[in-house]
């Protein structure tokens, strides 16, 4: 089952500022606050399983944080990779504080960042959105999220709309993780072919046919 690309904000401004001096006078200034948030219903409906959010906290932690790669952009792109020469933040720590992860990110000194900066200390609200994979269980009202996979967190203006446009654009797509962690984008179309190849499976020849037909479907999907 093809996972669902999924953008969520829990935070409507980016409430703290620090600023810090190393000991060669330099500063860097910081952004802090919650970033995610499991087992409550956020503005679109959705709950995230808490035991899988921190797994996957944990995950992004080890791979990305820790290796200094947890690189955030301004704005949602319409795309599953995080292009650094939009970068415009750094996460240095996601710590879990109940059902929310309490985030840190560093500033950069990129074009982004400055831009970041500067509307920051000009008092315009910018909010923390995450960009991720996931499985949706729609009963109702109520989405429940499972399968949880953390692309990276952005930073937004007008987070749920930003979230709602680019959501629209990106429903009909579907995602695979890859076992190296690259992303594997999944048409409906060549999704929809495989069944139909696969329900017409003769009674003999079944391996050849089901190679011939997976090799046909992996040529289809575009990586991501």
Do not use: W
């Amino acid at each position: 089952m093809g996972l669902k690309f999924l953008v969520e904000d829990i935070h409507d401004g980016l409430d703290f500022m620090i600023e810090e001096k190393n000991r060669q006078g330099e500063q860097k200034l910081y952004i802090t606050g919650p970033f995610l948030m499991a087992e409550q219903k956020n503005q679109n409906g959705r709950i995230y399983k808490l035991d899988e959010m921190v797994t996957e906290v944990n995950r992004y932690t080890d791979e990305m944080v820790k290796s200094r790669r947890a690189i955030g952009e301004m704005n949602h792109p319409q795309s599953t990779e995080v292009n650094p020469v939009n970068a415009c933040h750094l996460v240095t720590e996601l710590k879990q504080n109940g059902n929310y992860f309490m985030g840190k990110s560093q500033v950069l000194n990129t074009p982004m960042g400055q831009l970041l900066k500067s509307l920051i200390t000009d008092g315009i609200k910018m909010g923390i959105s995450s960009r991720a994979l996931g499985n949706i269980n729609d009963s109702g009202d109520t989405k429940h999220v499972s399968n949880f996979h953390l692309i990276c967190l952005d930073v937004v203006h007008q987070p749920s709309v930003q979230n709602a446009m680019l959501e629209s654009v990106m429903e009909s797509r579907e995602y695979m993780i890859r076992p190296d962690g690259s992303i594997i984008e999944c048409s409906a179309k060549a999704k929809a072919q495989l069944a139909e190849k696969l329900s017409n499976m003769p009674r003999h020849g079944t391996d050849s046919f089901l190679r011939e037909a997976l090799i046909g479907f992996i040529n289809k999907i575009k990586l991501g």
